[in-house]
Nanobody
Framework: QVQLVESGGGFMQPGGSLRLSCAAS????????MGWYRQAPGKERELVASTSGGSIDYGDRVKGRFTISRDWDKRMVYLQMNSLKPEDTAVYFC?????????????WGQGTQVTVSS
């Protein structure tokens, strides 16, 4: 059984920084992609950042402020969030596309709350 566990969320003032981490565990044979999505109250879930193979994608609203990194040997993905704004307030979800004997599946973590407020 695969688990994705996020950590590092919390409360921060505008202009501050937070770093999120996501650890993948369980039975799978490879990682196709890992990334971060977020969902604010009353809004749809949106892409924050994702990494797969040699590519990295960012949502338009975080480009230049957030940086995704990964260590797939450790089954980890990270999100460095700088210059935080109140509109970054949301639940942040780790997502992974993993290969196992049954095929390729997408998995989601439980989410971690990020609140940006003065």
């Amino acid at each position: 059984q695969v688990q994705l566990v996020e950590s590092g969320g919390g409360f921060m003032q505008p202009g501050g920084s937070l770093r999120l981490s996501c650890a993948a565990s369980g039975s799978f044979v490879g990682i196709n992609a890992m990334g971060w999505y977020r969902q604010a109250p009353g809004k749809e879930r949106e892409l924050v950042a994702s990494t797969s193979g040699g590519s990295i994608d960012y949502g338009d609203r975080v480009k230049g402020r957030f940086t995704i990194s990964r260590d797939w040997d450790k089954r980890m993905v990270y999100l460095q969030m700088n210059s935080l704004k109140p509109e970054d307030t949301a639940v942040y979800f780790c997502s992974a596309v993993l290969r196992n004997r049954q095929g390729i599946n997408r998995y989601w973590g439980q989410g971690t709350q990020v609140t940006v407020s003065s």
